[in-house]
């Protein structure tokens, strides 16, 4: 069987999201490529540096065109070569009119519930491409319950044809003894962190609401808000101003893994306050270096979270502020929550995650399947 792979996600210089995803399933196909199972990934651009290196089994092919390339550039590669059994695409776009059978991994269907977060071009493609890759695939993988829920009640597909693959989790963090420490940053006082796009989505103003709150009680306490800018934001940094927090609360933009390690390790806790998450893998990240989480009670938080979590209404930033305070009382409870998170993080892995994907485009990846 011969795969082609859309590598385009994994050939990225700083990964978050579904670029780790696609980064991560690279490395463990190509460990298991021979000559059963060989691999063509299909990119761009020339493969990044710390991309698996290729060998007889696996193998990179840059196929040039800047618009439209999985619908047209790259369909054209596949019709006139005709040298693959099926195609797997990691991030909803498969190949328009592809002549092998295929599978598309979906993450999430926040375009559909939260439209205003996107631009009217992304709302669009993200709607008409998604629903193609969706209604003609062989197979779908959703990453979550909450995922493959969405995509059944939004489209008409049959129950059978979703397999939900849980991400992994497990980031090759530098091992130092020291961290870099980011500019205006000392951790000398405690802080409250949230890790993500700053997007409507996110929910950060209520997060911002809920922390002026505990300030009142609390006033030694920062909000450390670590992520780069996204689509419509001004508004968490307006709250800022509104609320007179803007020498308690910092915006660190894009940072480094081992910038984002220092974050965690100093953080009195971690809040993840989206309204909708297809999977939410800083919930994972803080739980491995011990920082507490306290997450909204939506979409796929709770089935990732499990009991390691304290949950609020991410409507009601009362709510949230209860259950800061709560984890500020209680040491017991932030103690136990710490033991809990260390304990969920080992159900999810890459190794897992890669090994079940590779299971199904064996199975239903070949143009006999």
């Not at 991560?24 to 060989?38: E, G, I, P, V």
């Not at 909000?223 to 609320?243: H, R, S």
Request: hydrophobic letters at 40%.
């Amino acid at each position: 069987m011969r795969l082609g792979i859309d590598g385009n996600e994994a050939n990225v210089k700083n990964r978050v999201g579904v670029s780790v995803y696609a980064f991560n399933l690279l490395h463990y196909f190509k460990k298991h490529a021979d000559a059963s199972t060989q691999f063509v990934i299909f990119l761009r651009e020339s493969p990044q540096e710390d991309l698996p290196k290729e060998n007889k089994y696996f193998h990179y092919e840059v196929v040039k065109g800047k618009f439209l390339w999985s619908q047209f550039f790259l369909p054209i590669r596949l019709y006139l070569r005709k040298d693959i059994d099926g195609f797997f695409s990691p991030a909803h776009y498969a190949p328009r009119f592809c002549p092998v059978p295929y599978i598309v991994t979906i993450h999430d269907l926040s375009y559909l519930y939260f439209p205003d977060d996107f631009t009217k071009k992304d709302l669009f493609t993200l709607r008409n491409w998604t629903r193609y890759s969706i209604n003609n695939a062989k197979r779908i993988i959703a990453v979550s319950k909450t995922t493959k829920n969405d995509i059944l009640k939004s489209y008409s597909i049959p129950d059978e044809k979703v397999d939900v693959v849980y991400n992994g989790y497990g980031k090759d963090f530098p091992n130092k003894q020291y961290f870099y420490k980011i500019k205006k940053l000392t951790m000398d006082k405690p802080s409250i962190l949230y890790v993500g796009t700053l997007q409507p989505r996110k929910n950060i103003v209520t997060l911002i609401k809920a922390f002026s709150k505990f300030k009142n009680l609390y006033p030694d306490f920062e909000l450390i808000i670590a992520g780069k800018k996204g689509w419509l934001y001004e508004k968490i940094f307006e709250e800022v101003e509104t609320l007179g927090l803007t020498t308690n609360v910092f915006f660190t933009d894009y940072v480094s893994d081992n910038q984002l390690m220092f974050l965690y390790k100093n953080a009195f806790c971690f809040v993840l306050p989206s309204f909708y998450e297809g999977f939410g893998i800083p919930i994972l990240e803080a739980m491995s270096f011990k920082c507490p989480v306290i997450s909204s009670i939506t979409s796929s938080l709770p089935e990732i979270g499990g009991d390691a979590c304290l949950y609020f209404d991410p409507k009601n930033p009362d709510d949230l502020f209860d259950k800061l305070v709560e984890l500020k009382k209680n040491n017991k409870l932030r103690q136990e929550m710490i033991k809990k998170g260390v304990e969920r993080v080992k159900l999810f892995s890459w190794e897992d995650c890669a090994k079940k994907t590779l299971m199904i485009l064996k199975t239903y990846g070949g143009k006999n399947n």
